[in-house]
């Protein structure tokens, strides 16, 4: 979605969107890559709720958690061309952290609200558990960035009080 788009919707300007047929597919498929995502990692998952930053407009839902870990670590369930019939795109090699730039960000935004629940570790990372059109089953390691956590809760800031508040 574009900046606009979000804009509109937070500021109630157009209905909040429905999910699409593959968003759809992404949520009944979600637990089956949760449970890949466990055996790749030998460890059990533990189901997160929706978080709210204490800002009071940051909120993230990680679909689960690996807190037994070392260290722990957020995971996330996705799928990526399966409907359309072509090959996924911007996903790299399974094990590295070359994900597309919207996963990448997605993730970030998971560890910066996550950094300020007191009842939650410091997370190092994200496990993206992925499947993928014409590849299959893939684990993605996405190392923890600070510069890039940072650098996503200023722009969240500046879209928040630039465009939505206003």
Same mark, same amino acid.
């Given at each position: 979605?574009?900046?606009?788009?979000?804009?509109?919707?937070?500021?109630?300007?157009?209905?909040?969107?429905?999910?699409?047929?593959?968003?759809?597919?992404?949520?009944y498929l979600e637990i089956g890559l949760l449970h890949y995502a466990a055996d790749q990692?030998?460890?059990?998952?533990?189901?997160?709720?929706?978080?709210?930053?204490?800002? #009071?407009?940051?909120? @993230?839902?990680?679909?689960?958690?690996?807190? %037994?870990?070392?260290?722990?670590?957020?995971? !996330? =369930?996705?799928?990526s061309g399966v409907l359309s019939g072509r090959a996924a795109e911007g996903w790299g090699?399974?094990?590295?952290?070359?994900?597309?730039?919207?996963?990448?960000?997605?993730?970030?935004?998971?560890l910066a609200v996550r950094d300020t629940q007191e009842d939650l570790p410091r997370f190092?990372?994200?496990?993206?558990?992925?499947?993928?059109? #014409?590849?299959?089953? @893939?684990?993605?390691?996405?190392?923890?960035? %600070?510069?890039?956590?940072?650098?996503?809760? !200023? =722009?969240?800031?500046?879209?928040?009080?630039?465009?939505?508040?206003?």
């Amino acid at each position: 979605r574009t900046q606009v788009d979000v804009w509109a919707e937070l500021t109630g300007r157009v209905p909040a969107r429905t999910l699409g047929p593959a968003a759809k597919l992404g949520s009944y498929l979600e637990i089956g890559l949760l449970h890949y995502a466990a055996d790749q990692l030998g460890t059990t998952l533990t189901p997160d709720a929706m978080r709210e930053h204490p800002n #009071g407009w940051m909120i @993230a839902n990680a679909d689960a958690l690996a807190l %037994d870990a070392a260290p722990p670590l957020v995971v !996330e =369930a996705k799928s990526s061309g399966v409907l359309s019939g072509r090959a996924a795109e911007g996903w790299g090699e399974p094990g590295s952290a070359e994900v597309p730039s919207y996963v990448l960000v997605q993730t970030h935004h998971q560890l910066a609200v996550r950094d300020t629940q007191e009842d939650l570790p410091r997370f190092e990372g994200v496990i993206v558990s992925a499947i993928l059109g #014409g590849r299959g089953l @893939a684990l993605y390691r996405v190392p923890r960035s %600070d510069e890039l956590v940072e650098a996503i809760t !200023e =722009a969240e800031a500046r879209f928040w009080h630039d465009y939505v508040l206003p």
